[in-house]
């Protein structure tokens, strides 16, 4: 059993091993892993084992895959986990918004009701100042008051939601 350790921890020092791991791998750091691993089930085979280089061959070659196998696992239940914060977070973003919408629309709620068409015209609808004081029949420096005041009522009530 010594002379088998010895030749598997002097195979575990082949540099064309090494460079084999690492180019199943594709990265060095992971190597060391791959080796030791592939030693403990070599010191751990049967002494009938007749071609050592070409069992260590074999064996890096599949624990190279298994550590491949599981880096990429890995990086898959790490791109979920990232995911699933995302998700969280944007859910909160949105039931934030949501409630901040809310909030929005019972201060327009409180306004008269003019002024609350004039707010959602001219904010949600996009009709200009002009055109909304010739359709409603009123001079345009009525409708710029009444959206000022309408939107310093809105802050207010929406500041204290923040």
């Known amino acids: ?21 690492k180019s199943i791998l594709g990265a060095a750091d992971r190597v060391d892993d ?7 089930r070599l010191l751990g085979a049967p002494p009938t084992v007749r071609d050592p280089r070409r069992f260590m061959v074999s064996a890096v070659r599949n624990a190279a895959i298994d550590e491949h196998r599981a880096a990429e696992r890995r990086s898959l239940r790490e791109a979920d986990y990232a995911a699933t914060r995302e998700e969280a977070a944007s859910l909160e973003d949105r039931i934030h918004v949501e409630r ?6 019972a201060a327009i709620r409180e306004l008269p009701l003019l002024t609350q068409s004039l707010f959602v015209a001219h904010y949600l609808h996009g009709d200009l100042q002009h055109i909304l004081a010739r359709k409603h029949g009123i001079h345009i420096s009525t409708v710029e008051k009444r959206l000022a005041k309408a939107r310093r009522h809105c802050h207010r009530r929406l500041s204290r939601f923040r």
Request: aromatic residues 2%.
């Open 34 to 40: 791959v080796l030791q691993n592939v030693a403990e």
């Open 100 to 105: 901040l919408l809310e909030r929005l629309d």
């Open 1 to 21: 059993m010594a002379q088998s350790s010895s030749n598997t921890l002097a195979l575990l020092e082949d540099r064309g091993l090494r460079a084999y791991a």
